[in-house]
C-alpha cells in the first residue's frame, strides 16, 4: 500500500534560517510527488510537483526540494525563510498523473520575526 | 490553472441532516476529486466523482452516506447525509485539468454539526 511520511509535525525557525521538511514515502512502483502549502485561512496550493527528470525540482517562493529513489524521499527545502512562510506544508504522492493523491499528515511551520 | 468554486463555504447543520456541497470550475477539467480534512488531520481522499456514472469510492466510505454526482466535466457535487457530530470536517473539491497536471483544490467547505 501506498504512504506517505512527514517526521516534523511541527517546526519552529527565526526568519532567515534555513528549513528542510523530510518526507519519505512507500511504494515499489513510480510516483508523483508534490508538496503542497496552506497559508492560515486559504486554500491548498502546489508548492511544486515530481514527475520525471531533473530530481531536483524548484517551486514556487524560493522552495524547492529533491527527489532521491534509493532514499524514498522528497525533502522540502528553502535556505532562508520568512515570517510570510507560516503554513503548513503536506507531502503527496500519486501513482499515476490521474490518480488519487496520497497525503503525509502534514508539517505545521511556525516562523518568527 | 482551473478556478474552483465551492459553496457554501461553511454551514452550521443539525444532527441527522444532508446538505450538498457543489463544486463549479470555470473550464473542462479531466478528474474531479473530493477529500475530507478533519479536524487537525491531513486529506483523505473520499472519492473520484466520474462524468456520467457513479463516482469511484476509497475504502471507509460508501454511497449512501456520501452520494456524489458529476453530470458534466465542469461540476460535481457531495451530499453528506444523515450528518453527525463525526462528520465535522472540511470538504475539498480538487481537479485535474488534462494528462500529467497536478492537482488543484477549492477553497473547501467548512461544515460544523451540532
Known amino acids: 500500500a501506498q504512504s506517505v511520511s512527514q517526521h516534523n509535525h511541527h517546526v519552529i525557525l527565526s526568519e532567515a534560517a534555513s528549513l528542510e521538511l523530510g518526507c519519505n514515502y512507500s511504494y515499489g512502483g513510480t510516483v508523483n510527488l508534490f508538496w503542497y502549502v496552506q497559508y492560515p485561512g486559504q486554500h491548498l496550493q502546489l508548492l511544486l510537483k515530481y514527475f520525471s527528470g531533473d530530481p531536483l525540482v524548484k517551486g514556487i517562493k524560493g522552495f524547492e526540494a529533491e527527489f532521491i529513489k534509493s532514499k524514498f524521499s522528497f525533502n522540502l527545502r528553502k535556505p532562508s525563510v520568512q515570517w510570510s512562510d507560516t503554513a503548513e506544508y503536506f507531502c503527496a504522492l500519486s501513482s499515476g498523473g490521474y490518480n488519487k493523491l496520497i497525503f503525509g499528515a502534514g508539517t505545521r511551520l511556525a516562523v518568527h520575526p | 490553472s482551473a478556478v474552483i468554486s465551492q459553496k457554501p463555504s461553511r454551514d452550521i447543520c443539525q444532527r441527522g441532516t444532508s446538505l450538498t456541497i457543489q463544486c463549479q470550475v470555470d473550464?473542462?477539467?479531466?478528474?474531479m476529486f473530493w477529500y475530507r480534512q478533519q479536524p487537525g488531520q491531513s486529506l483523505t481522499l473520499i472519492a473520484t466523482a466520474n462524468q456520467g456514472s457513479e463516482a469511484t469510492y476509497e475504502s471507509g466510505f460508501v454511497i449512501d452516506k456520501f452520494p456524489i454526482s458529476r453530470p458534466n466535466l465542469t461540476f460535481s457535487t457531495l451530499t453528506v447525509s444523515n450528518m453527525s457530530p463525526e462528520d465535522s470536517s472540511i470538504y475539498l473539491c480538487?481537479?485535474?485539468?488534462?494528462?500529467?497536471?497536478?492537482?488543484?483544490f477549492g477553497d473547501g467547505t467548512r461544515l460544523s454539526i451540532l
Open positions: 480538487s481537479v485535474v485539468e488534462s494528462s500529467n497536471q497536478p492537482q488543484h
Open positions: 473550464s473542462q477539467v479531466t478528474m
